[in-house]
């Protein structure tokens, strides 16, 4: 069974900070994206990184990073120079070459705090 | 270019009355997904559909809830005889044919059974 594991249900950083949230997951499929999304209070689901299980680096979208360990079967998300807009629900994804759907974690609570 | 678009934002339904959400892909995607978030959780999968055709519905509840797409017009996820359990944010995202991993969402629309 596929299953994807954020540990931390809240987190709190000072602004400018960098902070890194948490994710683990566990499959035996060797072809499969990670992705991670950023939920404000307004409900909406924003993309904010993808990474494949091939890619060789680990991916970078501005301010976003992941730390992308496969043999930990980790997919972190570290955010630099954090800002107040930061804050927000941040859920971990995965999807499978074989498969439709995407598998999302619980989420971590990220509070920016000036 | 106008994203994923889903309305009602907000919809209050009184048990076993019926619930309609509409989602409109972005233009020139061919994929529609429904997700399910209940509150404290993480996004569910239920559907996946292209024109005229579900591909996926093996996250869908036996009963009471269907989805379609027909070949004009948005994607409608209907939900029959609700109960206070169907209270959940529903989440439609779209992606274009052959880009399954570039997956957009809408805003969401938000159920609510009193």
């Known amino acids: 069974a596929q299953k994807i594991t954020q540990t931390q249900p809240g987190m709190f950083v000072q602004e400018k900070e960098a902070v890194t949230l948490d994710c683990t997951y566990d499959?035996?499929?060797?072809?499969?994206?990670l992705f991670w999304y950023k939920q404000p209070s307004s409900g909406e689901m924003i993309f904010l990184i993808y990474q494949g299980s091939y890619d060789q680096q680990n991916a970078t979208e501005g301010r976003y990073s992941l730390n992308f360990q496969k043999a930990r079967k980790s997919a972190n998300l570290v955010i630099s120079a954090s800002q107040l807009g930061d804050s927000a629900m941040y859920f971990c994804?995965?999807?499978?070459?074989?498969?439709?759907?995407?598998?999302f974690g619980t989420g971590t609570s990220l509070t920016v705090i000036p | 270019n106008a994203g994923v678009m889903q309305n009602p934002r907000h919809l209050v339904r009184r048990r076993g009355q019926e619930a309609r959400l509409r989602c409109s892909p972005m233009?020139?995607?061919?994929?529609v997904y429904w997700y399910r978030q209940l509150p404290e959780e993480g996004l569910k999968f239920m559907v996946y559909?292209?024109?005229?055709?579900?591909?996926?519905e093996s996250g869908m509840p036996k009963e009471r809830f269907s989805a379609e797409f027909p070949k004009e017009g948005p994607s409608i996820l209907r939900i029959q005889q609700v109960v206070r359990g169907d209270s959940a944010a529903y989440f439609c995202?779209?992606?274009?044919?052959?880009?399954?991993?570039?997956?957009?969402f809408g805003e969401g629309s938000w159920l609510t059974v009193v």
């Open positions: 233009k020139g995607h061919s994929h």
């Open positions: 994804a995965m999807r499978f070459s074989t498969g439709n759907q995407f598998y």
């Open positions: 995202a779209s992606s274009p044919l052959g880009e399954e991993n570039t997956i957009y």
């Open positions: 559909l292209q024109k005229e055709n579900i591909i996926d």
């Open positions: 499959t035996s499929d060797p072809s499969y994206g």
